[in-house]
T-cell receptor, first 112, second 113 residues
Framework: GENVEQHPSTLSVQEGDSAVIKCTYS??????FPWYKQELGKRPQLIID?????GEKKDQRIAVTLNKTAKHFSLHITETQPEDSAVYFC???????????FGTGTLLAVQP | DVKVTQSSRYLVKRTGEKVFLECVQD?????MFWYRQDPGLGLRLIYF???????EKGDIPEGYSVSREKKERFSLILESASTNQTSMYLC????????????FGPGTRLTVT
């Protein structure tokens, strides 16, 4: 069945450094890969997404890359700031229902 | 602005009680979802609905049922609450198509004693 694995589970970086979170998926039919950010005590919110026909997408300090051959995708955050501290979830979508399978999450801590 | 609301932020119930969690969205979305969030396990899909009175099981449906009588409202039902159902429950909604953003509610922290 569909599965998404996410690493690392925790990540600590110094302010201004880059952070990279990686996810792998099991089903090559997956066609949509969103990333959600959940700040402490708040609801998850979409920060960036990528579709299977695109290799890379950027939005200011965040970018997502997709390697369909290897079945993995990554979130890159540059010039990290304390407000980037949160739990980040990757996800994959299969078929036409918009059902998502989420990774287990990465707790990112940006040390000032 | 999309708004997804859940009936309670915190709920304490006793083992064996029937529990109802309500979710309402105001954006006329076709899809609605119920997730359970536990530390180290991420967000796991319990059930989803793609239309009124339509539902499909997610990854962990055991011990849960759902109801969608109106498009804007999706209810999660714990028929007989157990301690292992203590968790954070998140509702979400999205338009019908694949690849559309899911909008989450604020969550209900359920404790079963």
């Amino acid at each position: 069945g569909e599965n998404v694995e996410q690493h690392p589970s925790t990540l600590s970086v110094q302010e201004g450094d880059s952070a990279v979170i990686k996810c792998t998926y099991s089903d090559s039919a997956s066609n949509y890969f969103p990333w959600y950010k959940q700040e402490l005590g708040k609801r998850p919110q979409l920060i960036i997404d990528i579709r299977s026909n695109v290799g890379e997408k950027k939005d200011q300090r965040i970018a997502v890359t997709l390697n369909k051959t290897a079945k993995h995708f990554s979130l890159h955050i540059t010039e990290t700031q304390p407000e980037d501290s949160a739990v980040y979830f990757c996800a994959g979508s299969w078929g036409a229902t918009n059902k998502l399978i989420f990774g287990t999450g990465t707790l990112l801590a940006v040390q000032p | 602005d999309v708004k997804v609301t859940q009936s309670s932020r915190y709920l304490v119930k006793r083992t064996g009680e029937k529990v109802f969690l309500e979710c309402v969205q105001d954006m006329d979305h076709e899809n609605m979802f119920w997730y359970r969030q536990d530390p180290g396990l991420g967000l796991r899909l319990i059930y989803f609905s793609y239309d009124v009175k339509m539902k499909e099981k997610g990854d962990i449906p055991e011990g849960y049922s759902v109801s969608r009588e109106k498009k804007e409202r999706f209810s999660l039902i714990l028929e007989s609450a157990s301690t292992n159902q203590t968790s954070m429950y998140l509702c979400a909604s999205s338009p019908r198509g694949s690849g559309d953003e899911q909008y989450f509610g604020p969550g209900t922290r359920l404790t079963v004693t």
